[in-house]
């Protein structure tokens, strides 16, 4: 099991960028798909990407397509989420989350860990 902390939410203006940062401890850090989900006031959580144990495959949500980029670093336990172009429409906390095990990458009930989230907020 893996203990994950979220960093680098802040308020910024729209067309700024923002690099998320989620940190993980504990064993198989590697070998887990790892996503990032995000919860707008009054809206359900909802999927914004992920990325398999390696770099080597990543899914996005329609949204985020094209300004978004999702990485990790293995050797740190790190992932990482590049938002470029930010957009009001974007303002949620966003989540880190880890998927021990089978189930979609896009769905929240596949994955198994998840850290306490950290606020973004886009303003006009």
């Known amino acids: 099991q893996v203990h994950l902390v979220e960093s680098g939410g802040g308020l910024v203006q729209a067309g700024d960028s923002l690099r998320l940062s989620c940190a993980g401890s504990?064993?198989?850090?590697?070998?887990?798909?790892m996503g990032w989900f995000r919860q707008a006031p009054a809206k359900e959580r909802e999927f914004v990407a992920a990325?398999?144990?390696?770099?080597?495959?990543?899914h996005y949500a329609d949204s985020v397509q094209g300004r978004f980029t999702i990485s990790r670093d293995n050797a740190e336990k790190m992932v990482y989420l590049e938002m470029n172009s930010l957009r009001p429409e974007d303002t949620a906390v966003y989540y880190c989350?880890?998927?021990?095990?089978?189930?979609?990458?896009?769905?929240?009930?596949?994955?198994?860990?998840w850290g306490q989230g950290t606020q973004v907020t886009v303003s006009s």
């Open positions: 504990g064993h198989g850090f590697g070998s887990f798909y």
């Open positions: 989350a880890a998927k021990y095990s089978g189930g979609s990458p896009y769905s929240e009930t596949s994955f198994d860990s």
């Open positions: 990325i398999n144990w390696n770099g080597g495959t990543t």
